[in-house]
């Protein structure tokens, strides 16, 4: 597995991953588009092999690009280019911490919408964004009870 890791200039990192960490103290770990604005060069343009990581780093925020069966790209706050082994169906492979990360809680968020498909209040179009608001509040608030009854 191949690793290559720089640092890159402030300015070539997306905008809201550094507002968050700096104004705010909160730490984020997500997937990224490569067509956004500020991502570095070296990682758009890269080609990868299976396995090969890329990442650049500017301060606390990393850009990291890995290759499984297609390109991942992610943005993180408190991971470095370290991998861990991970076996899946008996496979033994190399991935980086933040997407096992990610992964794990990307997780918690598809069960959320599973439950909630079940109970949703139905949404027809509608021009008032304030019963937008309530009908989803309503449903998470529906989710909920359900959680705690169980």
Not at 94 to 109: Q, R, S, W
């Amino acid at each position: 597995m191949d690793i290559l890791c720089g640092l890159t200039t402030s300015s070539a990192v997306p905008k809201l991953a550094r507002k968050l960490k700096i104004r705010h103290s909160t730490d984020c770990v997500g997937t990224l588009k490569l067509d956004r604005n500020n991502v570095p060069k070296e990682v758009k343009d890269k080609k990868l092999e299976k396995g090969e990581i890329i990442a650049r780093y500017s301060g606390p925020v990393t850009v990291l690009k890995w290759h499984d069966k297609r390109n991942v790209t992610i943005v993180s706050m408190y991971h470095s280019a370290d991998t861990q082994r991970v076996s899946n169906k008996g496979k033994e492979k190399e991935k980086p911490l933040c997407v096992i990360d990610y992964n794990h809680k990307t997780g918690e968020i598809d069960l959320k919408d599973q439950l909630l498909h079940m109970y949703t209040v139905k949404r027809n179009k509608m021009t008032k964004c304030y019963v937008k608001l309530f009908k989803r509040l309503l449903n998470f608030t529906v989710l909920n009870l359900f959680v705690i009854d169980k």
